[in-house]
């Protein structure tokens, strides 16, 4: 089973952005527990972020030809972005959205996701946890297990 672990803008930042909301952990290591958790489980996973919408939809557009699910924590972008939404829409692949915070426990602007309905679910303010949470959802999704 393969996977394609997207993050959007300012992710890269993790471990010095608002670490009392986001935590400590850099980006790098967030995805370096993810690897760990998937290798264990059979799972192949490739990572993307960027700061750029366009880019974002694009590596969607191409997951498309090989993945078998898509994590994405859109970040900034899951509050205003319609391409984002409609990408995840086009593409026939099952999607779970991930954020760290507890993004209905924050600003009102947080509270609504353009992409989550385009998602087969969304997991939000578990912090990193969240991506290994994720990952089990897909491969109940996509292999239908139960994960035990
Ligand atoms: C976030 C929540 C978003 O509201 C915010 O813009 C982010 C990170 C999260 O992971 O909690 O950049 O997606």
């Not at 993307?48 to 972008?77: F, H």
Request: proline share 3%; with cysteine; hydrophobic share 45%.
């Amino acid at each position: 089973m393969k996977v394609l672990v997207v993050h959007g803008p300012n992710l890269n930042l993790l471990g010095r952005r608002e670490p009392d909301t986001y935590g400590q952990q850099t980006l790098e290591e967030i995805n370096q527990m993810i690897a760990t958790e998937a290798a264990q489980a059979d799972i192949e996973v490739k990572f993307v972020q960027s700061n750029i919408e366009g880019e974002m939809v694009d590596a969607i557009q191409q997951a498309a030809q090989w993945a078998d699910a898509i994590i994405i924590n859109p970040a900034a972008y899951t509050h205003t972005s319609v391409a984002l939404r409609d990408v995840l829409a086009a593409v026939d692949i099952p999607a779970i959205e991930v954020h760290l915070s507890n993004i209905y426990a924050r600003e009102e602007f947080r509270h609504h996701s353009f992409t989550a309905a385009a998602c087969q679910g969304q997991i939000s303010g578990f912090g990193a946890w969240g991506y290994v949470l994720a990952l089990w959802a897909a491969r109940h999704i996509v292999e239908g297990e139960s994960g035990e």
